[in-house]
RNA sequence: GGCGGCAUAGCCAAGCGGUAAGGCAGAGGUCUGCAAAACCUCUAUGCGCCAGUUCAAAUCUGGCUGCCGCCUCCA
């Protein structure tokens, strides 16, 4: 393959693709806060990390892949007290419905998913050689990064200090803090009951940018090739990552920065704050997880993307047109597919070399569509067969699977299998039809779903196994 | 206020100097008992607006207009 190129944000260009030490690499990115149910803005971004990873991996590199989870956070503890429950119960509970979610848009499991409340030891001690350095400084119980002992603050948002600063000229200033753009390491707590944990500082909790430059040190060292994550993080928190990371070690942090766009409806960033979010299963229950991937993989990543009900139904039209072209697909045939000599292979790696350009790639997908629907030697029908299921799969697309949720299945098939069959027998039974709304009945007992009357013309049914 | 991004058909979207990929939707036709799927044909003389550079611009430059993001938690 030739040369893969990536937008790297820290230089804002599309650079020629080089790791540290190939074929090995290390990407780094940022998942979710556990205080809620993802949403499609969730969805977006790991299934982005996903398929790049799968390209990569596709191509030969070792990939490591790191995606963490944040199960400290206010938004966790405020939850916590909304249903009185536990702040690390309603982190497990969230964490296992992102698990859920994941799994649903066939999102590979990362190498590691490292969690903030497992890595504290490791904070502290990032904490303590900071300090050591003289790169930050306690007052009270509070901890600070100091923004004036970092060499180049201000390099991933393109902005100088005095800059950022005028645009912190809108916010109050904490008094405490010697520098406006400092940022806090550790938060000492300010009532003794809050959730906290034990530190050399006292009870408190990590500043929210602090545990992946831990994760990140302690797992892969002093140096990343790629870390990755939405670009609402840019600025301040991958900024003071690599403030923090690269006071601590003297390093390059990470050599590329990637980010994808947002996830839009009618205009505005979706988000929980805005309250116009769709939660990832909301969606999987009108359409299947490979429709929303397919609608992810249409856009550029780092373009924003609109998120529509038209949007989605697209997509999953898209989905059914690539998936009857794998009818009649005999998988005994076995797979002859040639990925070095393979012609598709090429196109579409050379549209994902340039900087994962899914959308261009896509059409390699429907080109071989067309292509196996005209061909009459089976044979050839076969290898293009074959070429449609790998590249799909390149993308993390699973053709050969409905992946549909028990939601949708639920909502959209049976309850209207059901009803209309029962209609038919109600139809039956008026006309006095027995013969007829009998076989119905018998058909559903077949299916296992016993049917009861109720008074009215009302119904209600269960599985009877 | 500071900085950055985006504007391409009915909808989504790629293209980044050589004369508009792809998907969805739509129209007509073939096939079919009727459908569905599939196939064939059609659907932007034009890429927000105005100038400029060039043999050549959606693509470069300048200026407008509109929308969005970050600077506060956020994928």
Redesign the pocket.
Known sequence: MKNLFVFNNLT?NKEKFEPLNPPSITIYT????VYDHSHI??A??AISWDFIVRFLRSTGYKVSWTRNI?DI?D?IINKAKEVNLHPDKIARIYTHSFHEDMLALGVEWPDFEPHATQYLSQMYDFINELIKKGKAYQIESDVYFSVSASKNYGQL???SVE??E???E??EPNPKKKHKLDFALWKGIKDKNEYSFQSPWGKGRPG?HLECSAMNYSIYGESIDIHG?????????HENEIAQSESLTGKVFSKYWMH?G???VD???????EGNFVTIKDALRSVSGNALRLFVL???YR????Y?N??V???Q??IN?LQ?ALDNYEASNGNMLNIETNEFVKEFNESMA?DF?S??A??VL??I??LI??EKNKKKKHELQSTLIYLSGVLGLDLQNENLSPNFIRKNILDKLIDNLISWRTESREKKDYASSDKIRDILNNCRIEVKDLPENKYKWQIKL
Request: aromatic share 6%.
């Open positions: 804002k940022c998942g979710p806060t803005g969730h977006r971004s944040t956070d938004k948002k393109g902005q800059e950022l005028k645009g912190f809108r916010i929210w994550g939405g670009d609402d993080l840019i600025f301040p928190h994808n947002m996830i839009m205009g505005k960033k979706m988000a929980k704050s249409n856009t550029h373009m924003p993307l609109n529509t038209e949007g139904f697209a997509a039209n898209g047109r009857e340039d350009n959308s261009q896509l059409s429907f080109k569509t067309d629907n005209t």
